[in-house]
Nanobody, 121 residues
Framework: QVQLVESGGGLVQPGGSLRLSCAAS????????MAWYRQAPGKQRELVAA???????NYEDSVKGRFTISRDNAKNTVFLQMNTLKPEDTAVYYC???????????????WGQGTQVTVSS
């Protein structure tokens, strides 16, 4: 079994910053990709940022230059530093990881429980 546990959400004023963390635990041989998604009320879940094992990253256009994704492979943890937050960033943010549980096994996709980020004055 694999668990993803997120932390760091909350209420912040426009222009402020938050840092999300997500730690993976359980049966893990290697983590292929880690990512953050978000889902605002009435909208579909969308990819915010992703990072591969080698460090390559990609971002949704609206967060480029404001958000930074990083990972600590030794701790199986991914971070999302969010700066210059806007009201439209308000959403539930979900951690996602593609994890290979054993040598030679396929990878499986896991989700965290979500953490609320609210940007409001």
């Amino acid at each position: 079994q694999v668990q993803l546990v997120e932390s760091g959400g909350g209420l912040v004023q426009p222009g402020g910053s938050l840092r999300l963390s997500c730690a993976a635990s359980g049966s893990i041989f290697t983590i292929v990709t880690m990512a953050w998604y978000r889902q605002a009320p009435g909208k579909q879940r969308e990819l915010v940022a992703a990072i591969a094992g080698g460090g390559n990253t990609n971002y949704e256009d609206s967060v480029k230059g404001r958000f930074t994704i990083s990972r600590d492979n030794a701790k199986n943890t991914v971070f999302l530093q969010m700066n210059t937050l806007k009201p439209e960033d308000t959403a539930v943010y979900y951690c996602n990881a593609d994890i290979r549980p054993r040598l030679g096994s396929p990878s499986f996709r896991y989700w965290g429980q979500g953490t609320q980020v609210t940007v409001s004055s």
